[in-house]
């Protein structure tokens, strides 16, 4: 099946530095999602980006299909961003990525 | 708010008893999902619905049973469980196309004793 890998596995970051989380995936997609699940265990939907690149606030996802990887972008990062991220991409089901935990400091 | 909304947000069972887990959402999705979610790792795919019928069962054992009553319900019913089926349970739904984005709910935290 298809796999999809994520990296760095673990990241640290002060409070207003900016970060680039990778997802790496073996095998042609659909669709690609970038969640963030917080400490509660909630999935919040960040993007839904099979290709090209979108915005929101402080966050922004770029997708290379054709390269199968894509990034996503956190700038001047907030404590509130501190959680896991996972990407996951769909085929005939969503399969999601290893994900990256961040935590943000004061 | 999240508009997938799961019932009940906690649960402690013993491996003798039955329980059901709830998901009900009102977007008008056909495609409902199980996901099972163990600490530190990410979520896993049990089942999938599509337009009210089971259209994927990860190799899922039998003491999980899933039910769709209609298109805005999903259950899970649980009996016989394992300590080691202790996990995060996620509900998701989707518009039923293919590659369409997922929406979850916020989970039900299961602890079988």
């Known amino acids: 099946g298809i796999q999809v890998e994520q990296s760095p596995p673990d990241l640290i970051l002060q409070e207003g530095a900016n970060s680039t989380l990778r997802c790496n995936f073996s095998d042609s997609v659909n669709n690609l999602q970038w969640f963030h699940q917080n400490p509660w265990g909630q999935l919040i939907n960040l993007f839904y980006?099979?290709?090209g690149t979108k915005q929101n606030g402080r966050l922004s996802a770029t997708t290379v299909a054709t390269e199968r990887y894509s990034l996503l972008y956190i700038s001047s990062s907030q404590t509130t961003d501190s959680g896991v991220y996972f990407c996951?991409?769909?085929?005939?089901?969503?399969?999601f990525g290893t994900g990256t935990r961040l935590q943000v400091f004061p | 708010d999240t508009e997938v909304t799961q019932t009940p947000k906690h649960l402690v069972m013993g491996m003798t008893n039955k329980k059901s887990l709830k998901c009900e959402q009102h977007?008008?999705?056909?495609?409902m999902y199980w996901y099972k979610q163990k600490a530190k790792k990410p979520p896993e795919l049990m089942f999938v619905y599509s337009y009210e019928k089971l259209s994927i069962n990860e190799s899922v054992p039998s003491r999980f049973s899933p039910e769709c009553p209609n298109s805005s319900l999903l259950n899970l019913h649980l009996h016989a469980l394992q300590p080691e089926d202790s996990a995060l349970y996620l509900c998701a739904s989707s518009p039923g196309t293919p590659g369409a984005p997922l929406h979850f709910g916020n989970g039900t935290r299961l602890t079988v004793t």
């Open positions: 980006i099979p290709s």
């Open positions: 977007m008008g999705h056909r495609a």
């Open positions: 996951a991409v769909s085929t005939d089901k969503l399969i």
